[in-house]
């Protein structure tokens, strides 16, 4: 068909996992019921527009790009915009996936002036609607990239110039509108330059004095507007800033309680970001998830021992299952999703790799969501953990304390009461025993 | 005379740059006055007890304690307890620090119940008070160990045991009345083994919940009691634990804002702690100062290469110059000090060399008072700091926006008003020459 | 039966994947034939002296020893030497292992002066090797410590105490005569404290010209005694050292390289050392094995997130496989084994801790194993990697080149004949792809 | 002047430490004579062309180019490649370093083709070897890039197709008849691609096979030549490869011995790679020149706690000291020399921080050299050092050691007839203490 962009790819199906065909799904069985709900609801699985459509092109800082991608033939401006338009929809449709994400910059080139920008964006996305429409396909989140050009080279809403941080609000304000025309169930915010190079030229309080600012003025624009997207702050510790300012779950909910905006906000948390913070890769998912913070997962993976983000694609099982396993714990991720903020490694040239890389990640969380689903089922795993607790409920004075309406004295006194504590064993080795039976089971 | 323990050291005299003595200081001169107050009160050097006086005599996990000190001959129990007592006060005296620190249980030796226990420190302390008295030095800091003794293997006030919770409280309960005793100016949690070793048997929230129960009871009991010494938390990223709560400044800012307990407590922070956690060294008391939780600061260094805490004695000289930058800027540490967190290395066995590090180490701290003074003076770095947000303070939009009085839409006006911003250069190099001009100037 | 010191446990039995009882094996059947040999000779099991059955207890650098074991009641000395012998055997027996490991100082005491530390030596032996004879269970390697006991505080080796230095010779000829009367298969050096704590006190070159002395004269020690042991060394890129002169596999060649020993050492590689040193946890175990210097397997894992040494149960299906594919590639490791260089977490008090921890592991690397057999077999991530480069064996000057035969400007000329040459994939999601459908499949 | 393009820049001057000019040097005086010899020859140092006259531009992963330079104007390809040879020159002799590195492709365009490559890159050098007799500015090293363009993505020595590994030859060819045009006194190979991504599409020891070859041809064909810039390699661990086969010194040492290539090679050492690999800033700087294979070093300083290279400028004086010290002990670089590969930040927009980069750093290493000279003068340090090392030199079995003519029982011997070693302290406060004496003294 003339107008197919990936030719050789057609629909990909559910095979099961003795299928060979690398493009076939072994896990992922969409409309499959796991634990009461499709696992397309579980995972509720996106595809992220810049990685996928533009990326730098497998650009890195010691060299070109390598991607070479036919259907851009020689187009530009919004001509190849709108190509890059029909090729993302035609991915996600042959992947199969429900969701995407995207940049406003990723969608639509940058004109002459704001005005101009702008009026590509409103051409471009009024294109991305009728798409969604054909297709069914949904925008998970929609964000401004307040990063790439120079003008934000020294922050964006934390730039020392009121200017650049009127620029940024003006972006905002946009992709806000586009958002709502999208009907995109939330809005992130990654504030890759939001933070510092150096402390000697950084007021740090200062600064975030007005990101706080910033939202604001932004969740009180989207409340006078009726605006319902879900505000998603996603928590990275450096790179490109030397320090960000939302270094990871816990820091960034501190901000949200220093300001006063911790009602607003949910968290976009990406495991790679994780363990740059110098957090195990479900650290923060597990954190955000239990203080009632977690809007949505960037599921993609990084390697531990180089010291910046490579956005792989999530090929772990044991992670993926731990991810999962969060996921069922909080019944779902809401309007979150999984969002694939991955690319494929700038030597997988072939297009088709872009599917690899996909189908490889949706089976390895397909498989995660099987194997997590039967650790609860199944609740072993659980009744050690509560067994573990089981003190705090058994005797009163537990349930006093957790109220707070015990004093230091009574403890006191049920300590000297019943002399030295016994050494109870951890047990870890045995959990990880057991979890390992249902991960490799 | 027949008491000395370092007979071969006399009282630290200060005798100028040329020295080259190592048992004088060479900087710091205490009642010299710098910036309208003397050395020593903007300084507040501390010794603490544990790492000068017990540690593990050099143990580290491939080796056995490699110090033998003569003065503790044969000596065990309270005798032994006692003697170092002795030890210490002539430490801090021919040294010449006006602060010391400790635990509960570096000072006096667990007996075969808390009773016991509380007992035997009851009359340590009692004497710790006469030597106080008598040498007038000052306790900084006291604090709990709830790390050390196996009962707290599993946590401390996170024990999944209730009953080892309240073995914790009564520790904390009689530390504080010690405290309160001795005239501490400040008192410490650090939480070691608050944390975890293994997502798979471990309920964060739920743990966190129980410290914030236990802090909540620290502080009714110290109001109900009178008690006027500021608590400090010492946030560490891991180590012994795989990950601790109290990760780092911010983290531990959004425990105490999720526990409404964050008027009751200020930081005290350690860069090697800060770097464990992937910041720059004075990353977190910049932090900390500039959001008013600044308390005090265990004034070591660690390596940032290793992925320990080796709490070796500050000897850079643009780190302590950066600490002391801060400190002036807050206008000192109000009941907090410079407590040295540090230990002379494990090969470093003669006792001599206990005086050889902290003297180095003040010395350097000493110097980067004056280097920081100095800057302060004249000024030219913070004029540059200013100077790069100057379009905040001269457009009145921008007070405008600091005060939440604007709206989106304004700051898009604005915007579109003014066209591309200019880029200014951040300077980072100018920064760092000047900064050199001082530190090595 | 009364002179059993695990009672609770009986000999660990293989009883398949679908075995809920945590003292069996689901994977590890020992005497299965996989590609031609039983499974036990693939994996030739060893379980170490020194984490097993004396470790620290469990101490660590902030904590008291954790584990209380029954079996040691009050006993001392050599009864308590003797006492860990039978304890060890019964273990080994019971966990079905054919192999273990020690240093000196593990199995017995050290006395008031060299010739009593020999002595005990001596006899503590002796009965091991009755109870090899007894049970059949082999030393795989025997090793010296030359890091605990504080005169090593500077080195072993490498001390600048030329004292010293003959201290650890004598302790390495004692146990290199010992492995030879237990028939020891392989001897290793670990140099925990060959390296330095400040480059400012040490000569790097002359303290290795020291270490390449000191393994000369081993070497001629063997060879003229007839000893037939593997000389193994033991790669580890710091801790307890700042840094250690045998960083990694390459570093450790190197040096073999400079001081002409190359032929007389193969390396003992373990994993958590390799992700110390920065390289992915196979990394150094592939590349000794493409250089003929696999000699043996600490088979543990680390955390990759934490600075130090963890010596976890290796519970990474993924990682066990990507080992044994390198053991069956090599075609097995000789005499070499995988020993189990784990400890228990110190909050693993129960001494069916020690069981459900090593047959975790043994059950994680047996069905690591499996899943490599089948990868070999099928030979499909082979295929892949050896079509990636045929270049070089199909046309002609591939292999003038690699002979060492071409010159320069033959290439320049081919290079110039052919023009730009392909962008050809490298396909790195497709390999994870298929390698996660036989891992997880 | 119509033809200058830093106008407002004039030679830049040595003014003494007292100079609050930024465009003037406090420490580095050229032709003072430090220990016999001008600082100019000590130091010997060199202007990079790629990150000063080329770069990104600025980019980031995360941004676009910031710089924006206006001498380029709407230049392109050779006009262009001209016009930054003339700027280069202009800054070269304004901050008078007597040095200069490039790339082959810094300094001129591809053309279409192998043959147009060269011809343009004949066409640039032959202006650059003018520039050079007109200015006296002389040629550090010169090296080849096979790592910027797509077509070695996957390598270049080590590429898995042919036919790429000959453009490579035909590249390196090139360059070294360039480079002996210019009189280049070393010619550098870094391999930024000659790694892995993923071990599973990798033959490691086939890859360095080809690399090895290739140095052989190298070594041939400079020979056949009669060329005479000395050969260096220069390590790093990573960036852009998940892992790069020179991972640090020793790795690259044992390569050498590895393929008998270690007498035509020395190395480059760069500290911000040091660092990378785990080691201390100067360690591999230590260990080259002690094993005699420092050749040259690129002096620019990372950032520990970030897990790339950010080539900054050195200005830690600590640091510079140290490198100047050993700079000092092995008589100067030879042919080598101090190339700043360091970049300015990327918010650092105005030329003039160009200067302001490299004077500060050429100023810490001056003062650095200036230190490190009076530590050689009174050479207290060193006095230590070989204190430390007594026993070796003063006992005759120190000596029999050394020269390999002891047994090990001959070392048995001695221990046993000295008993328990002395406990030795290794002083390293005091180390600290008097080093820092010096720097900051």
Redesign the interface.
């Known amino acids: 068909m003339s107008d197919e962009y990936f030719p050789t790819v057609t629909k990909i199906e559910f095979k099961g996992?003795k299928s060979?065909d690398?493009l076939s799904f072994?896990h992922y069985n969409p409309d499959e019921i796991i634990l009461g709900k499709p696992m397309r609801e579980w995972l509720r699985f996106s595809v992220c527009f810049w990685h996928t459509f533009v990326g730098?092109g497998?650009a890195?800082?010691?060299?070109?790009?390598?991607y070479?991608r036919d259907w851009e033939g020689d187009l530009q401006g919004m001509d190849l915009a709108l190509r890059r338009i029909d090729v993302a929809f035609e991915f996600f449709t042959k992947l199969g996936v429900d969701y995407y994400c995207f940049h406003d910059v990723d969608v639509s080139p940058e004109g002459a002036?704001?005005?101009e920008s702008f009026a590509n964006l409103d051409a471009v996305t009024d294109y991305m609607l009728e798409k969604q429409k054909e297709t069914g396909v949904k925008l998970l989140w929609s964000t401004q990239n307040l990063?790439?050009?120079?003008?934000?080279?020294?922050g964006g809403m934390t730039n020392?110039?009121?200017?650049?941080?009127?620029?940024a609000?003006?972006q905002?304000?946009k992709i806000m509108d586009v958002n709502h025309k999208l009907q995109g169930e939330n809005h992130v915010f990654w504030g890759?330059?939001e933070g510092y190079?150096?402390?000697?030229?950084t007021?740090?309080?200062?600064e975030c004095?007005?990101m706080a600012?910033m939202y604001?003025?932004?969740v009180?624009?989207g409340k006078r507007k009726g605006y319902t997207a879900q505000f998603l702050l996603e928590p990275k510790?450096?790179?490109?800033s030397?320090?960000q300012y939302d270094?990871?779950a816990?820091?960034t909910?501190?901000?949200l309680?220093?300001y006063g905006l911790k009602d607003h906000f949910k968290l976009n948390i990406e495991p790679n970001h994780t363990?740059?913070?110098?957090?195990?890769a479900?650290?923060d998912i597990?954190?955000a998830s239990?203080?009632g913070m977690l809007g949505s997962i960037d599921s993609n993976t990084g390697?531990?021992?180089?010291?910046?983000d490579t956005d792989n694609?999530p090929?772990?099982?044991?992670q993926t299952t731990?991810v999962m396993a969060v996921v069922l714990e909080q019944g779902g991720l809401g309007t979150g999703g999984l969002n694939f903020d991955c690319k494929?490694?700038?030597?997988?040239?072939?297009p088709v790799?872009l599917f690899?890389?996909h189908?490889?990640a949706m089976?390895?969380y397909a498989?995660g969501l099987r194997k997590a689903a039967k650790m609860k089922e199944h609740g072993v795993?659980k009744s050690?953990?509560t067994e573990?607790?089981l003190?705090?409920s058994t005797?009163p004075?537990?349930a006093k304390?957790?109220k707070?309406e015990?004093?230091?004295?009574e403890?006191?006194e049920?300590?000297?009461s019943?002399?030295?504590?016994?050494?109870?064993?951890?047990?870890?080795?045995?959990?990880?025993?057991?979890?390992?039976?249902y991960?490799?089971?």
Not at 406 to 409: G, H, I, K
Request: glycine content about 8%; hydrophobic content about 35%.
């Open positions: 996992p060979k690398p072994k730098g497998g890195d800082p010691f060299g070109s790009p390598t070479i002036n704001i005005d990063f790439s050009n120079p003008r934000y080279m020294n020392p110039d009121l200017q650049v941080f009127c620029y609000a003006a905002i304000q890759g330059r190079q150096s402390l000697l030229n007021k740090i309080k200062l004095d007005h600012a604001t003025m932004v009180d624009y510790p450096r790179e490109p030397k320090h270094y990871d816990q820091t909910i501190a901000f309680h220093e363990t740059l913070a110098g957090h195990e479900v650290h597990v954190v239990e203080y390697d531990t021992l180089l010291g910046w694609f090929m772990d099982l044991a731990a494929v490694r700038r030597e997988s040239v072939d790799d690899i890389g189908i490889g089976d390895t498989l795993l050690m953990l573990r607790y003190s705090w005797h004075l537990g304390i957790e707070s015990a004093t230091l004295e403890c006191v049920y300590a000297k019943q002399g030295e504590p016994k050494k109870i064993s951890g047990k870890q080795e045995l959990f990880e025993m057991i979890r390992n039976g991960i490799y089971g």
